[in-house]
C-alpha cells in the first residue's frame, strides 16, 4: 500500500518568477491566455510576450511544472496541462490557473494525473468557493488534498502505462 500524503508535500504550488528573467524584462516568454490550455493536456504556444509586459498580473510557470484551470467551469472541463516547450522554458499566463511545482522525487506527468483523475475534480468541485460563475478551487483545498503517492518508480511506471493506454483509446476513437 502507498503512503498517503498531501500535495503540499510533493509539490510547491504557485512558484516565484526565477530571478534571471526578472532581470532581463525584454526576454521573450509563452504567453497562455485560458483557450492557449486544451481540455486534454494539449497547449497552444503561439503566442509570446517580453517579461516586463507580464511579469505582474499573470500566473508564472516553466517546462516541467503542472498547471490546472481553478474556475468554474474550466476546471470541471478539465482544462490543465504539463508545461512543455515553453520559450525560454518559462511562461506567463491567466491568473485562472493553479500552477504547481514538483519537488524531487515527484513525477511532473504522475502529478498531472491526479490532478487530471475523478477524485481530485469531484472534491475540487464541493470545495469550491465564491458565488454564482465565479467560483473557484482554492490553494488550501489543493495543498491539502490527500492522496495515495507511490514511489518514484511506480509513479514513472503508471504515467508511462496510463499514456500508453490513453494513446491506444485515442487510436481506436480515430
Known amino acids: 500500500a502507498w503512503a498517503q500524503t498531501r500535495l503540499r508535500y510533493v509539490a510547491d504550488l504557485n512558484p516565484s518568477v526565477r530571478a534571471d ?17 486544451g481540455q486534454d493536456g494539449s497547449l497552444d504556444l503561439e503566442r509570446t510576450r517580453p517579461v516586463a509586459e507580464v ?4 500566473s508564472y510557470f516553466e517546462d516541467g511544472d503542472v498547471a490546472f484551470a481553478k474556475v468554474t ?21 491567466t491568473t485562472e490557473i493553479t500552477v504547481l511545482r514538483p519537488k524531487a522525487g515527484t513525477s511532473a506527468r504522475f502529478l498531472s494525473y491526479v490532478l487530471q483523475g475523478e ?12 458565488a454564482g460563475g465565479l467560483k473557484s478551487v482554492n490553494d488550501e483545498f489543493t495543498r491539502d488534498f490527500p492522496t495515495a ?12 502505462f496510463i499514456a500508453t493506454q490513453t494513446a491506444r483509446l485515442a487510436a481506436l476513437l480515430t
Open 73 to 93: 467551469p474550466c476546471f470541471e472541463n478539465g482544462k490543465g496541462a504539463l508545461m512543455t516547450g515553453l520559450r525560454g522554458g518559462a511562461g506567463f499566463g
Open 21 to 37: 528573467l526578472l532581470a532581463e524584462p525584454e526576454t521573450e516568454v509563452s504567453f497562455l491566455p485560458m483557450d492557449a490550455i
Open 55 to 58: 511579469r505582474n498580473g499573470y
Open 119 to 130: 477524485q481530485f475534480r469531484q472534491l475540487g468541485v464541493g470545495a469550491m468557493t465564491g
Open 149 to 160: 503517492w507511490p514511489g518514484a518508480t511506480a509513479q514513472e511506471r503508471i504515467a508511462n
